[in-house]
């Protein structure tokens, strides 16, 4: 059976596919634990432990998995910004969940006709370690910057499993195998030291995470999120094992990835909704990428756009205000003094706060 998918996935495009039958991954256990210890995870992970760590708490009938690793990025180069934003390549072209998924569920139709199964699709929104899964299934090793490393795509692929009750007879990877070696490019040039030295990462430092969380973003980490609108490509683009993929010949336009932010900040939820409802990082909502345009402003000193953030300070949003407060520090210090002084008696204790914390010094851009 395992010879025969394969055979139906090379036919089918599919040049990266790998089996496991590890459903246990209770020896991760420890590592995650340690992790929530050092407050280097974060609110996108399931907190229930049982259900990341057990894949038959998922689906109960599963004895194997199929995963595939499907490549993106092929000859892309950093399109040139000037004054403008940027999202991640992951976020290019259809929604990569849509895609895989997709690719998935013709992989079971075309199985089908020799075998029927039950099965469960997953890609990325499961509650499972989708990189520990993959990993077992022989598609790839673990880098220090914690991505899944293919001998052919490097690090820029999609990743996608199925859950199945078949009987395969699997390798199952589970060691650790150093592939970096003493190469410490990622950690060098990851703008706020995300990645740790001896490997793995604190996701809240994250420039990838921080574009897309909710939660607070430090001062002291938002100069170096650049003029990300959403994700992060930098330690992908350094590394060398991905030489081949960015180097490959390509007809993909990638200045969609350009982000016009001006037109972001006027936009209403439903135009947001219309142009780039079909990515992948449109599932964060405007006003998180909105929030991240505001960071950007500031960053990238777009004096012009002065006025447009100093609007954002009647914004009903608390996040807003406070990046937009934030963000006029950083392009005009001595006029936005005394704009925030004249608002602080109007604002709730948490904006009056970052107010009073911006207005003694406490500014790093």
Known sequence: MKE??????NKMGIKSIGFTNVLNYGYLEEFF??????????????QDLKKRLYVNNIFPE????????IPYAMGYKKPRTNDNGLISVVSFGEDYHNY?????NDLVIEIFKYNKFKYLICVDTSPLIDREICKNSNIGSFGKNSLLINDSYGSFMYLGYILTDLDINAENNIKHIDICKDCNICINVCPNKAILDEGGLNTK???SYLTQTKTYIPIEYRKNMGNAIYGCDICQLACPKNKAVIEMKSTNDYSKLVIDIR??????NSDF?????NLSGSWRGKNIWKRNAIITIGNLKINSMFDLVKNELNNSSDMIKIYSAWSLM???RHKTTDILNSKLKYENDIVKGEYQKLLMGDLLC
């Open 4 to 9: 025969k998918i394969i055979e139906i996935a």
């Open 33 to 46: 634990l340690k992790r929530k210890y050092n407050n280097f995870d974060n609110e996108f992970e399931e």
């Open 62 to 69: 599963c004895k194997s998995i199929i995963s595939v690793g």
């Open 100 to 104: 895989i998924k997709r690719i998935l």
């Open 205 to 207: 430092k994250c420039v």
């Open 263 to 268: 037109e972001l900040m006027n936009m209403s």
């Open 273 to 277: 909704l219309k142009k780039y409802g």
């Open 330 to 332: 950083a392009l005009n």
